[in-house]
């Protein structure tokens, strides 16, 4: 199964690479590995994780307080966000 992200999801992990490279250096290199890394676990078992909707789940991360909010369409793995779990957490909905 392949992966995609929805442009708003894809925007906001870069953003949140470049936030934790800047409190050290290699950290956000760190974060991108445990974000993929959780990804590799949806594909493997994409039925296994939290339903947050009738169609979305979320993942979490091992080492950050994060989870990968995505849906299955076509076969393909659809990341609608990655999500601080400190955040307000409907303000993804509305992808």
Known sequence: MKYVFLPE???????EIEYF???RKGLGQEFS????SAIQRIIN???????????TRRA??????F?????I????IVVVAVM?????????KNR
């Open 45 to 55: 078992f994409p039925d296994a994780w939290t339903k947050l909707s009738k169609n």
């Open 21 to 23: 490279e800047e409190c």
């Open 9 to 15: 999801a894809r925007e906001e992990f870069l953003k």
């Open 67 to 71: 989870g990968v909010i995505y849906h």
């Open 73 to 76: 369409d076509d076969e393909m």
């Open 33 to 36: 590995k445990e974000v993929f």
């Open 60 to 65: 979490l991360t091992n080492r950050f307080p």
């Open 84 to 92: 601080q779990l400190n955040r307000d957490p409907d303000y993804w």
